[in-house]
């Protein structure tokens, strides 16, 4: 690991314990439910966008890195998963793959409990068509950090499979529950 990875790990670590520490005293001041959850969620996108930038200066400039399902709602509770995608270009170079996987790295080493998926926009829109979960995920996406070229692209076809595929995807979820 190297110094710039553990300086990092440490900030991630002692970031977020903090944060956990001001979402406890926020719930035991009684903060709503929604405030708790907005709080942690702020603080998560600190984070992450923090380490992203460290890592990857060069790298995320050209991904559109987001948060998906309820992370990416703007809803978290402390002991949630992070859930993001790494929207890359079509052609992706060694330097972005070896930055990603840093990024994750650093996540792990940090005991973050991070789910994540790199794709560039056609591999995501086949994935989320055979996939419920992702579409439901997607549906709920927002921009982390990025120009918002992908995402923005990417939210356009997502709203429109979802337009086209309205009463299987809510079969679908019914059926799930």
Not at 106 to 117: F, L, P, Q, R
């Amino acid at each position: 690991m190297s110094e710039n990875q553990a300086n990092l790990v440490a900030y991630g670590k002692s970031t977020l314990a903090a944060l956990h520490e001001k979402v406890e005293l926020a719930f035991k001041a009684e903060k709503s439910g929604a405030d708790l959850v907005e709080m942690m969620c702020s603080g998560v996108d600190e984070i992450l966008i923090h380490i992203w930038q460290n890592v990857a200066p060069e790298s995320s400039q050209h991904i559109d890195f987001i948060a998906v399902g309820g992370y990416g709602r703007g809803e978290l509770a402390p002991q949630s998963d992070w859930d993001v995608w790494f929207l890359v270009p079509e052609q992706v170079s060694d330097q972005i793959n070896e930055d990603i996987q840093s990024f994750l790295y650093v996540m792990w080493d940090m005991n973050a409990k991070i789910g994540h998926a790199v794709r560039d926009n056609k591999e995501t829109m086949l994935h989320i068509k055979d996939d419920w979960n992702s579409a439901t995920a997607a549906q709920e996406m927002r921009l982390l950090f990025g120009k918002g070229l992908i995402f923005k692209d990417l939210s356009k076809k997502v709203a429109a499979l979802a337009k086209k595929r309205r009463k299987k995807f809510v079969e679908a979820k019914l059926r799930e529950h």
